[in-house]
């Protein structure tokens, strides 16, 4: 499971599988949201992350392979959800991190910018990149 808080609604949302689940503090029920398009799913701790987005009020879904980059390509997606419509992005965003392995990954809302670090355990080669779903609105 991967999560993140919604800071507009004030809720607390869930990657699980298929499902993205929305927790309401407010009132503690749970509530199913459209699942991600096909293939993306909310898979463990160190290949995806979900982080939100403020100033575009989306949920973040990057995908990211775990392989050895010698032998599959280094590349990952970002997937979209719109908070507002509760609808996925149809397409992705293709990112290719040059190399696979675990993620880290926070978004900053003065910089409006998305935070990943990409990195194998005992090695050297690690990978920080940054990325912005929009401008924000002044």
């Not at 949920?59 to 970002?78: H, I, Y």
């Not at 194998?120 to 940054?130: L, S």
Request: hydrophobic fraction near 35%.
């Amino acid at each position: 499971w991967n999560g993140c808080l919604d800071t507009k609604r004030e809720r607390v949302l869930v990657g699980a599988g298929k499902d993205l689940l929305a927790y309401e503090a407010k009132t503690g029920d749970w509530k199913k949201l459209a699942s991600p398009p096909e293939p993306a799913t909310f898979g463990n701790s160190s290949g995806w992350t979900v982080t939100y987005d403020a100033a575009s009020d989306v949920l973040m879904l990057g995908v990211f392979p775990l392989g050895d980059a010698r032998k599959s390509p280094a590349k990952g997606n970002l997937y979209f959800y719109d908070c507002a419509s509760d609808k996925w992005d149809e397409k992705p965003v293709p990112i290719d991190t040059a190399i696979n392995g675990s993620v880290n990954t926070f978004y900053d809302p003065e910089l409006n910018a998305h935070f990943f670090h990409v990195a194998h355990d005992g090695r050297p080669d690690g990978r920080i990149f940054v990325f912005r779903h929009k401008m924000a609105e002044k």
